[in-house]
């Protein structure tokens, strides 16, 4: 049987239901929109000087035992290039545009989510949230096969899934996802990117055999790999266990409280449900916008473990569902 | 001769925003920028969201839906997922009264 998850044929169809939107007084929306260089270059700029500090303290410790405490700390921040990938290609961070540009090409490299294509492939899934055959980006499919989502914990399954599809691109092929939503005038510059990241992938590999060393992959493309559990753990908690094919971000999308160290490395992106109504709001005005809203929203799970104790059950439940295909 | 339309007084439009016109069947987004307004189409060109629940810095506006950017000036889409420029109109403002000459 052919995939349903999958695009199908009207994939790219307008669709005219209508969304639930909350009420947010206007002057309040447009001062939570403003973007802020200040707070983006102190919060991306920690970011990159952890991930210098412990990308160091690895390399020096290369060889001995001490390496792996800090390649695993290296690993995590890496990985979390995804949820900062995900931000930039929002444009929300940073009012200065070069810099968010420049940002995200780099984030998305470090993910492996080559910027062109998942721009679209993202815009996508904000017009069509959850919508099976339209959405290109629903994590968790049914029935859930609890296999391939942990092998995910390592990347090993969308990691493998991305680079082929990076390989196919830079081919000249887009693939069938992508000829939905990536308009013809654009393809060249998916195409160009993904030949960009296979000239890098091969340098890396020459630098391996030239040194003799696996320390250029332990740095470069690996860590979204080994570091890369936390980053599914937390983009499991968007949507997973919640339904399909509904007009209404409270229904398909979860918002859970958490720490200020999850938070940093998520981005605040745990405000999901915050951050589909209203995109252009940058991850430091979340926390604000989850109280403006919140008395329209469910209540949030108190932290990552409560909204895990909703999640499992209702994976392990739809490891016998049946997908259904909406029709707009 | 040029026919200009009425659209609000200059103080119903905030410094750096931008507000919703409809007339005709026909939906406008209206701006206003340090003391100059404009005028576009008020869809955007993408998905044919309102732009006045955008946000507006400096000269560009931004789409509510994906983020997608036009020059308020001359309606240019300013890179993805806009790939199709914004009709603009010509707009000023007399006896404090925005007005806007409609397509
Ligand atoms: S609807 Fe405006 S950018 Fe998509």
Redesign the pocket.
């Known amino acids: 049987m052919s995939n349903p998850y999958a695009l199908r044929g009207d994939a790219d169809a307008a669709d005219s239901t209508p969304w639930f939107s909350p009420s947010i007084d206007r002057k309040l929306l447009k001062q939570l929109m403003q973007r802020n260089d200040r707070h983006s270059l102190w919060n991306y700029g920690l970011w990159l000087a952890l991930l210098l500090a412990s990308g160091t303290a690895g390399v020096l410790a290369w060889g001995t035992w001490w390496c792996l405490p800090a390649f695993a700390v290296y690993g995590i921040l890496y990985a979390s290039a995804d949820h900062r990938a995900h931000e930039l290609s929002h444009g929300t961070p940073f009012k200065t545009r070069w810099l968010n540009e420049a940002l995200y090409q780099l984030a998305g490299f470090m993910t492996l989510h080559e910027g062109h294509y998942w721009r679209w492939s993202h815009?996508r899934h904000h017009?069509h949230t959850l919508m099976v055959g339209r959405d290109a980006e629903i994590a968790v499919h049914q029935p859930v096969r609890l296999g391939g989502l942990l092998l995910d914990l390592f990347f090993l399954k969308s990691g493998a899934a991305q680079i082929a599809n990076i390989l196919r691109h830079a081919c000249g092929q887009i693939t069938p996802d992508g000829l939905h939503f990536i308009p013809e005038a654009e393809r060249p510059k998916v195409i160009r990117a993904s030949r960009i990241y296979v000239a890098i992938f091969l340098a890396l590999l020459a630098a391996c055999v030239l040194l003799h060393s696996l320390l250029p992959l332990v740095l470069l493309v690996g860590p979204r790999f080994y570091g890369g559990a936390l980053t599914q753990v937390f983009n499991l908690t968007q949507h997973a266990g919640l339904d399909e094919n509904v007009h209404d971000h409270r229904a398909s999308t979860r918002t859970f409280h958490t720490n200020p160290v999850f938070r940093f490395l998520y981005a605040n992106m745990n405000y999901h449900v915050e951050h589909h109504m209203f995109p252009m709001v940058p991850y430091h005005a979340l926390p604000q916008l989850h109280a403006a809203i919140q008395s329209q929203c469910p209540a949030p799970a108190p932290s990552l473990w409560a909204a895990w104790r909703d999640i499992l059950p209702a994976l392990l439940r739809q490891r016998r569902a049946a997908v259904a295909v909406v029709s707009v | 001769m040029a026919h200009w339309t009425e659209v609000c007084a200059l103080d119903d439009i905030d410094n750096e925003d931008v507000m919703r016109f409809d007339h005709n069947n026909h939906t406008y987004a209206v701006y206003r920028l340090n003391g100059k307004v404009y005028a576009t189409d008020g869809l955007?060109?993408?998905?044919?969201?309102h732009?006045a629940d955008g946000l507006v810095m400096e000269h560009v506006v931004e789409?509510?839906?994906?983020?997608?950017r036009f020059d308020i000036r001359d309606g240019r889409a300013l890179g993805a997922?806009?790939c199709v420029h914004l009709k603009t109109y010509p707009a000023k403002v007399e006896g404090g009264q925005v007005l806007v000459q409609l397509g």
Do not use: D, Q, R
């Open positions: 815009t017009t | 955007c060109t993408h998905e044919k969201v732009l789409c509510p839906k994906h983020n997608g997922p806009v």
